[in-house]
């Protein structure tokens, strides 16, 4: 060992133990999204958003942080009676809880930014982007209030599309206010002990009883038991069975002259994650509903709320994963071990690599969706169906990955990963309800194949939109653009064929190809940009990373090329040239 090596040794036992990513601005952290923002987001708008990301960015990285681990140790407390002895429950939360709500629904509105104009100065409405990006980071802390957050938003935007006049009146605007002394918060109460995915089995009945729609009945599965409104679906009396038979209503948590609806929580759920945020079952006997457009037409006008949150769903874990490669980096580049920094062991750098790439591939899928929701696009053809494929891809694979990247991250720091006093075991805990919430990964596996392409063939505009995206990049090395292109009508196709075939076993597997795919070419073309800009195209790097390790076929009993040099630049804290990052893709 040399002297200088020696140097660099802990000096107490305390610097044998490596640090966190608390204390650190999430925002400023985070080159790969500043470096991406410009690419997808407007200048201007960017320009005057950025102190808000930063004012974010550091919020996230100090108190949020703080908060969150208390809140998720003081779980919310069901109380069924009040003090007088009547039988109207509520729910005790700790005040960390109370604290993360002001920052997220009143200090940056990120539940109503999108609904009116004059958000932090900006004239209009902010664009889907602006907010995602807030999502992002916030997620990165914490997860549980991004449920609730992103409720009352896409709640509102139901009640604005479907409701009536009156309907508007009584629940918008306290859904658009960021005073919490008189926000109505929201909440989705959707499934039942007869199905989950399976919404045809509800059973939750609404009688029109006197002009006046009445819940009764059971929900099993609560979301947000507190929520002021509530999105449910119930069906008509005399109804047909199945999914063509239900309605969809918006329950007040208390009636217009201020004393509590019909319905009681009977009990709060013991989650295994996201333990902030309450979650309960519920008995509806005789609750006052109001619907929402036709009662016929139910489901339609709710899965436009679901298609919402299964973005926001690739979002949370686009951020959950960023603060889990951010964790692992810190320990990696500070931990010792047999006489030097972790980082330098070459295994370890192989790990860091399996967390770095799909981290990457979320970043850029996301913020492309996001740039597509956008209201100028809302007559584009093709943005509408790239929106109606890469949504339920994004939650599909996304949402799995976030699982394998916060456990990877957990096994970096080791034995201390394992312990509530780190972060990491909380990420673990959290990461696996992305893949419940909004669809299984199969739900979402069989809407890409059976309805986003056999349905709407939306995979013909994904490929039409990819194959543009290469041709406007001359910058990208022949031979491997020639490989990302044929790699396109590859998936194209053969997602095509099992969605045509309706080979339902093959269906996450077609996803996984159009998810690859897509994320390799955004992420080529992004690299490219950015270092024709004389910036870091490490992008490229990490997309031929994705064709050749997720895209092609392994043999494991042969060692494979040697990806040094990829894997050096890949990890490394300068940034990478175009020429340098065209090199390595050539080689």
Not at 29 to 35: A, C, G, I, P, T
Not at 194 to 204: A, M
Not at 380 to 395: E, F, G, N, S, V
């Amino acid at each position: 060992m040399s002297h200088a090596e020696a140097l660099e040794l802990p000096q107490t036992l305390d610097d044998w133990i490596a640090p966190d990513c608390h204390g650190e601005n999430f925002f400023t952290l985070d080159k790969s999204l500043q470096s991406l923002l410009p690419l997808y987001m407007d200048g201007a708008l960017l320009d005057h958003l950025t102190p808000h990301y930063q004012r974010l960015g550091e919020i996230a990285g100090g108190r949020l942080d703080e908060l969150t681990r208390l809140a998720d140790r003081h779980e919310p407390i069901l109380h069924t009676r009040n003090p007088r002895g009547l039988d109207e429950d509520w729910i005790e939360f700790h005040p960390s809880y109370r604290e993360m709500e002001q920052i997220g629904f009143g200090d940056f509105g990120i539940h109503c930014m999108t609904h009116k104009p004059g958000m932090f100065g900006w004239p209009e409405k902010m664009p889907p982007i602006a907010k995602y990006v807030f999502q992002y980071l916030f997620t990165q802390s914490e997860f549980a209030l991004m449920c609730p957050i992103s409720v009352t938003d896409t709640s509102a935007m139901l009640i604005e599309r479907y409701g009536d006049a009156e309907t508007k009146e009584r629940f918008l605007p306290g859904m658009m206010t960021q005073d919490m002394s008189t926000i109505l918060k929201s909440a989705q109460f959707m499934t039942e002990k007869t199905g989950g995915s399976d919404v045809g089995n509800i059973e939750l009945e609404a009688r029109n009883e006197n002009g006046a729609w009445r819940l009764y009945g059971e929900k099993w599965f609560c979301s947000c038991a507190d929520g002021d409104v509530a999105l449910l679906l119930a069906r008509p009396q005399g109804a047909p069975a199945g999914s063509r038979g239900l309605g969809l209503f918006a329950l007040p948590r208390r009636l217009d002259d201020g004393t509590r609806n019909s319905y009681r929580i009977v009990r709060l759920k013991p989650k295994m994650g996201s333990k902030s945020m309450a979650s309960g079952e519920i008995i509806f006997d005789g609750a006052v509903a109001y619907p929402l457009g036709d009662v016929n037409s139910g489901l339609k006008q709710m899965m436009d709320q679901v298609n919402l949150s299964r973005l926001s769903h690739g979002v949370r874990a686009a951020g959950m994963m960023r603060r889990c490669l951010n964790e692992a980096m810190a320990v990696a580049r500070n931990r010792i071990a047999f006489g030097e920094k972790v980082i330098n062991k070459p295994l370890l750098r192989r790990q860091l690599l399996k967390l770095m790439v799909p981290t990457e591939q979320v970043l850029s899928v996301a913020l492309l969706i996001a740039q597509q929701i956008h209201p100028d696009k809302a007559s584009d053809a093709r943005a509408q169906k790239l929106l109606r494929i890469l949504t339920p891809l994004l939650k599909f694979r996304a949402c799995r990955d976030n699982i394998t990247v916060a456990t990877g991250a957990m096994e970096v720091r080791g034995g201390n990963g394992y312990i509530e006093d780190w972060i990491n075991a909380k990420l673990v805990r959290d990461a696996h309800l992305g893949v419940l919430w909004e669809g299984t990964s199969n739900i979402n596996a069989l809407d890409v194949t059976t309805r986003a392409i056999a349905k709407v063939g939306a995979h013909e505009d994904l490929r039409d939109d990819l194959a543009q995206r290469l041709k406007d990049n001359p910058a990208l090395p022949g031979q491997f653009r020639g490989e990302l292109a044929a790699t396109v009508d590859r998936a194209v196709a053969f997602a095509d064929e099992v969605a045509k075939s309706d080979n339902q076993p093959m269906a996450r597997q077609a996803a996984d190809a159009l998810y690859h795919t897509a994320s390799a070419v955004l992420m080529a073309c992004e690299g490219v940009a950015l270092g024709a800009q004389g910036g870091d195209a490490r992008r490229l790097l990490l997309s031929r990373m994705v064709i050749d390790h997720r895209l092609r076929p392994q043999d494991p009993l042969a060692l494979g090329d040697d990806t040094t040099g990829m894997t050096d630049a890949a990890l490394g804290e300068d940034p990478v040239s175009l020429q340098d990052a065209v090199a390595q893709v050539a080689g």
